[in-house]
């Protein structure tokens, strides 16, 4: 290798330090308020338990192949049963994760004559599934339920003669608000279109049972839900939910599932556990709901700031360096909060997301508000 060889690697990497967009592994510090494991299932002893059962039972740790070859295991395929069961689908397939699933998906289901219109901040996971999709893809503002419909409206009066698919998170990562998706469901059905909702933060919080936000429009042959397994419920993985004739495609068509070693046995069984967790448990919703409204009065009344009335409580800072320092500040003060930067979030909203979970109680959620206030007043010029 020549001495060079390395230096444009540098040169984007000092770029990254001088904008304050420099990523670093750091670990775990102080009082959650970073994690996606809102209802405290990651280290609970019911799936501990399940994975030391799941062992006796002799499943193996890994799959062994794709789906496709020898890795079909049937700890899969009772995992899918019972999540087409409870979440009322057809049929569901298991990813090793949502950013794998979601590239699936968004490059195999949509065919080349197709549109996809998606929410200007939907996930970079199906961005990247969308950039490689045969079908166009347009982004339009966020929630705006005009902007899907114009730009469907659009694409036939230019000759569109595919089927729209419209894309959107039921719960935003970053900001926390809901998609309108009544609305989105009944444009989808005049337009002969398919609707993908990324469940992925509201799986297990939100809806009758821990079903999510689209829990009513679920079982529909034209709508899509992605549910992920490493949030709410404790694990790891997703969960396609569709018709089943779109899921046989995806077996066969799609080149993530195909040639990807399926997820382990071991997985399948604990998030069998975890949604077994959600029926058994409804205590736990309670609690989350209440966490969670405390905590949205509790940052009105400390920073001023209107809660987004989820779990995920946005407090934008706009510098990239100012939040990166509050972050640091607060960590060192006992609570693990990170900053996010562009281009996870739009230029000149860098924030910091506070994810409330049943890993924290009301009085570190006060105590931590009171901080981040200090911290907040301290960094102003």
């Known amino acids: 290798m020549t001495p060079g060889a390395l230096v444009r690697y540098e040169r984007t990497l000092a770029g990254l330090k001088r904008k304050g967009r420099s990523r670093a592994l750091a670990p775990r510090h102080g009082v959650d308020f970073t994690s996606n494991d ?3 299932l990651a280290d609970s002893p019911r799936l501990k ?10 499943l193996p740790v890994g799959a062994g192949g794709s789906r496709l070859l020898r890795g079909n295991h049937p700890e899969h395929e009772a995992l899918e049963a019972e999540a087409a069961e409870f979440f009322g689908t057809e049929r569901a397939l298991f990813f090793g994760s949502g950013y794998a699933a979601n590239v699936a998906l968004f490059s195999t289901l949509p065919q080349r004559d197709d549109i996809i219109v998606y929410d200007a901040l939907i996930h970079a996971s199906a961005r990247d599934g969308i950039a490689a999709s045969k079908a166009e893809g347009v982004a339009v503002p966020h929630n705006d339920v005009d902007a899907f419909a114009d730009a469907i409206r659009t694409w036939r009066a230019a000759g569109g003669t595919g089927h729209p698919w419209i894309a959107v998170e039921g719960l935003y990562s970053m900001d926390g608000d809901r998609a309108p998706l009544a609305e989105l469901a009944a444009l989808a059905e005049r337009h002969d279109a398919f609707l993908v909702i990324d469940e992925a933060h509201a799986t297990g919080v939100f809806g009758p049972g821990g079903r999510g936000l689209s829990a009513a429009l679920e079982g529909r042959d034209n709508v899509v839900v992605l549910h992920t397994c490493g949030k709410a419920l404790g694990v790891s993985g997703a969960l396609l939910a569709a018709n089943a004739i779109l899921c046989d495609y ?3 068509r799609a080149r993530g599932f195909i040639y990807s070693t399926a997820p382990s046995p071991l997985t399948a069984a604990v998030v069998r556990e975890a949604l077994r967790i959600l029926a058994d448990e409804p205590q736990r919703r309670a609690a ?3 966490r969670r409204t405390f905590a949205n009065d509790a940052l009105a009344t400390t920073l001023g700031i209107e809660g987004s ?3 995920i409580l946005p407090v934008v800072i706009g510098d990239n360096a100012k939040a990166v320092r509050i972050a640091a500040r ?3 003060e006992g609570f693990d909060i990170r900053a996010i930067r562009p281009p996870t979030v739009p230029e000149g909203t860098a924030r910091l997301r506070i994810s409330i979970t049943l890993n924290v109680d009301a009085t570190a959620i006060a105590e931590m508000l009171e901080r981040l206030k200090i911290a907040i007043a301290e960094e102003r010029p």
């Open 309 to 311: 009335g989820s779990q």
């Open 38 to 40: 809102y209802l405290a």
């Open 49 to 58: 338990a399940a994975i030391a059962t799941a062992i006796d039972r002799g």
């Open 330 to 332: 607060l960590r060192g």
């Open 288 to 290: 989350f709901d209440e």
């Open 250 to 252: 995806l077996v066969n």
